[in-house]
């Protein structure tokens, strides 16, 4: 066992608290290590001294005092927080601006839309356009109104 392991046991080991192996190993390295033997030595000194001390009786009301003070302290009513005018009038004005902004990018289209379409997009409408009006006929004579162009140069 290594000096911290056995100081990190050294008050179970004296109240005997550990197993019968590890009580065993402690007593072992006690008897090597000189530092752990003074470290157990002071401990054991300091409990036989906290047991030899005299306690006071605690007064006759100890116990409803100390019952009193902490829930005293445990249960303090909570105040609602108030909240300032100025707050609310910005966040009231926050809200109007982002309405504004919404509703005006809702109503104008963006410039980039407008003034590009693509030439793909053009030519996709050109040719919907024709394919409608030649799959048209004319409702007396039955006659398409207007004669497809495909194939002439």
């Known amino acids: ?41 002071t401990i054991e000194t300091v409990k036989r001294l906290m047991e030899s001390t005299n306690v006071p009786a605690p007064s006759p009301d100890f116990e409803d005092r100390l019952v009193k003070s902490v829930l005293a302290a445990t249960c303090k009513p909570v105040e ?8 609310l009038t910005g966040v009231a004005a926050a809200s109007m601006a982002a309405t504004f902004v919404l509703l005006h990018n809702l109503r104008t ?7 590009t379409q693509h030439p793909d997009d053009m030519a996709y409408e050109v040719i919907q356009r024709d394919r409608a009006l030649t799959s048209a006929s004319d409702p007396l004579s039955g006659s398409p109104v207007m004669m497809p162009i495909y194939g002439r140069k």
Do not use: F, Q
């Open 109 to 115: 289209p963006a410039p980039e839309m407008v003034a």
């Open 1 to 41: 066992m290594n000096c911290k392991h056995v100081n990190s046991l050294l008050s179970a080991y004296l109240d005997e608290e550990l197993t019968g192996r590890e009580m065993l190993d402690i007593r072992g390295h006690l008897a090597e290590c000189a530092d752990c033997a003074e470290e157990a030595e």
């Open 80 to 87: 609602p927080k108030r909240i300032s005018w100025l707050a």
